[in-house]
């Protein structure tokens, strides 16, 4: 049983538009929503996160929506480059980010 | 991130072969984590350790075993391995506490072809 499903799974973007990626949750006891991102033959690093008491987040380009009461939040890459291309997972947690379940990720193209 | 080391990084075994996978952090984390990823599955948690007296299973824990040998250490056995175990394998390590307890830092990956 996914319980953070994550969509698109793959998405290519023209150089300086806004890529999006969503995903939506089961479990209204999850508190802590991470982004990761994860470049060919490396491991996912933290890109940005967010907790349930904000409804959005940003930080330069990247942007987390949150919208509690559709359990859902996204994450959007403004003016995108092609050094953003890569792969995206959501995640969430119970009780901060030590337990985490992840998205099935998107992995996604900024073509010039 | 060359402060979690992860070896071997390719690895191609046999059905029935038993395989350890070994992770060394250099962060001082007490936290340590084996995950599997495969294509559209995303990551999945096998095991988990809060401290070296401290396994836990994770979602995908069958046909898998762990080791806590120090607080740098945390190493991933398969003790008979099957082609449904090829995958890329990460470990991760954080802090105990919050806020900073809340990222997790991945390895560079182990991927391993079982035939």
């Known amino acids: 049983q996914q319980q953070v499903k994550q969509s698109p799974q793959s998405l290519i973007v023209q150089k300086g538009g806004i890529s999006i990626i969503n995903c939506a949750y089961e479990?209204?006891?999850?508190?802590?929503f991470p982004w990761y991102q994860q470049f060919p033959g490396k491991g996912p690093a933290l890109l940005i996160a967010?907790?349930?008491?904000?409804s959005e987040k940003k930080e330069g380009r990247f942007t987390i929506s949150f919208n509690k009461s559709a359990k859902q939040f996204s994450l959007h890459i403004m003016d995108s480059q092609p050094g953003d291309s890569a792969t995206y997972f959501c995640?969430?947690?119970?009780?901060?980010?030590?337990?985490?379940?992840f998205g099935t990720g998107t992995q996604l193209k900024v073509e010039l | 991130d060359a402060d979690v080391t992860q070896t071997p990084r390719n690895r191609i075994t046999k059905t029935g072969k038993r395989i350890m996978l070994e992770c060394s952090q250099t962060?001082?984390?007490?936290?340590m984590y084996w995950y599997r990823q495969d294509p559209g599955l995303g990551l999945r948690l096998i095991y988990y350790?809060?401290?070296?007296?401290?396994?836990n299973k994770g979602e995908i824990s069958d046909g898998y075993s762990v080791s806590r040998q120090a607080q740098a250490k945390f190493s991933l056995s398969l003790e008979s391995a099957i082609p449904n175990q090829t995958a890329l394998y990460f470990c991760?390590?954080?802090?105990?506490?919050?806020?900073?307890?809340?990222?997790?830092?991945f390895g560079p990956g182990t991927r391993l072809t079982v035939l």
């Open positions: 350790s809060f401290d070296v007296k401290d396994i």
């Open positions: 967010i907790r349930p008491d904000v």
């Open positions: 995640a969430a947690s119970t009780g901060g980010g030590n337990k985490l379940t």
């Open positions: 962060k001082g984390h007490d936290r």
């Open positions: 991760a390590t954080s802090e105990a506490l919050a806020p900073r307890g809340n990222e997790q830092f």
């Open positions: 479990n209204t006891a999850f508190d802590y």
